[in-house]
C-alpha cells in the first residue's frame, strides 16, 4: 500500500507576500474600531460609575480623544471583547465617538481575564466586593492554565517561582497571601451585606467570618441586623460563625448574640489628668494611677460602711 507524502507547503499568502507583510501581520497594530462592535468583558468585576472622575473624563475625550488605546480580543462572532478600558469606552461613548483606538491581541479567554484583573488593580478606589471578584477570576484562570491554586491547604499549594499562587494574584496591588484569601472569601457573602462592607458598616475581619455562614443564616442576621438596626463586632462574628459550625446558629442565637453589649458601647467615665496629677509622682504610669484610685475607693468604701454600723 503506497503511503502518502505529507508536504509542507506554504500557504497562498506567504507565497505572494513578501517577508516584511508576514512580519508586519504579526505585529499588533493601533486601530479604530466602532465602539457598537466592542463588547463589554463577561462578568466584568470593576463598576464603570458616573462619577466626577468619570465627567473629567468625558471633557477630556471630548477636547483631546482618547490617548490611550483600549486592549481588546477578537471573538468567534466577528466582535471584540474589551480586556482593558471599559472607562475609555464609556468615555468615548458619551462624548459622542463612534470609534476608539484599540489594540487588538489574539489571546485566550484564560489569559485575558488575568490581565484584565492586573490592568485595574492600580485604581485607588476599588470596592472590596470587586477587587474580591477580581482576585477569584484571576485564580480560577490561573487554576485552569496548570497552576495549583487550592486555598484550603496551604502546605499543598504549588509555588511558582517560590511565590505562592495567591501572592501572584495579589502582588500587582500590594496584598499579602492573607489579604487575597481574605478577599476571596468575600464572594461567600450574600449581595446584601457585601454591600454592607462596600460601604463601610461591615470591616474586613467581621465580614470574613460571616462569610462561613450558610446563605440562609446570612439572611436571618440580616433580618436581624434590619430590625435591631446594628452589625456585628468582629467577637461578635467569630461567635456566630462557632455557633454555626455547631449547628446551634438559629433566629434566637442570632438575635441573643447581636444583642450583647460591645465593648466599645459601654459607658467609660473618665478624669482629666491635670485634675489628679498632683497627687502623683511626675512619670507614673496610668495603669499604677488606676489602680490606686480603685484601691482608694475601695478604702473610702469601707470607712463609710463602718462609720453607718456605729
Not at 468615555?91 to 492586573?118: F, K, N, W
Not at 459607658?267 to 507614673?284: C, L, M, N, V, Y
Request: aromatic fraction near 4%.
Amino acid at each position: 500500500m503506497a503511503q502518502k507524502l505529507s508536504l509542507n507547503l506554504p500557504s497562498a499568502d506567504d507565497l505572494f507576500s513578501s517577508q516584511e507583510e508576514r512580519e508586519d501581520a504579526q505585529r499588533e497594530k493601533v486601530v479604530d474600531l466602532p465602539i457598537s462592535e466592542i463588547d463589554d468583558f463577561p462578568d466584568h468585576p470593576y463598576p464603570v460609575e458616573m462619577d466626577e472622575e468619570m465627567q473629567n473624563t468625558v471633557e477630556s475625550v471630548k477636547a483631546y480623544g482618547v490617548h490611550t488605546p483600549a486592549l481588546v480580543r477578537p471573538k468567534e462572532d466577528g466582535r471584540y471583547e474589551m480586556v482593558s478600558g471599559h472607562r475609555r469606552k464609556m468615555a468615548s461613548t458619551l462624548a459622542g465617538l463612534d470609534t476608539m483606538p484599540c489594540i487588538v491581541r489574539q489571546m485566550s479567554h484564560d489569559e485575558a481575564t488575568i490581565i484584565m484583573v492586573d490592568s485595574n488593580l492600580q485604581r485607588e478606589k476599588i470596592p472590596p466586593s470587586s477587587k474580591a471578584k477580581a482576585y477569584k477570576m484571576k485564580l480560577e484562570a490561573m487554576k485552569r492554565q496548570g497552576q495549583r491554586t487550592d486555598l484550603t491547604s496551604t502546605p499543598l499549594e504549588q509555588k511558582l517561582d517560590r511565590k505562592y499562587s495567591v501572592e501572584i494574584v495579589g502582588e500587582k496591588s500590594g496584598d499579602s497571601r492573607e489579604q487575597v484569601r481574605r478577599y476571596i472569601r468575600l464572594t461567600e457573602l450574600i449581595p446584601e451585606i457585601l454591600k454592607m462592607v462596600d460601604t463601610g458598616k461591615i470591616a474586613m475581619r467581621p465580614a470574613v467570618e460571616l462569610s462561613y455562614l450558610p446563605a440562609e443564616q446570612q439572611k436571618s442576621l440580616l433580618d436581624t441586623m434590619e430590625a435591631e438596626d446594628c452589625t456585628p463586632s468582629h467577637a461578635q462574628s467569630i461567635k456566630l460563625r462557632q455557633f454555626s459550625q455547631e449547628g446551634r446558629l438559629d433566629e434566637n442565637v442570632v438575635l441573643s448574640i447581636m444583642q450583647e453589649e460591645k465593648p466599645n458601647q459601654k459607658e467609660q467615665f473618665k478624669i482629666p489628668r491635670e485634675k489628679i496629677s498632683r497627687f502623683f509622682a511626675p512619670g507614673t504610669p496610668t495603669q499604677k494611677i488606676e489602680d490606686t484610685i480603685i484601691k482608694a475607693l475601695e478604702l473610702w468604701k469601707q470607712r463609710e460602711r463602718n462609720r453607718d454600723t456605729r
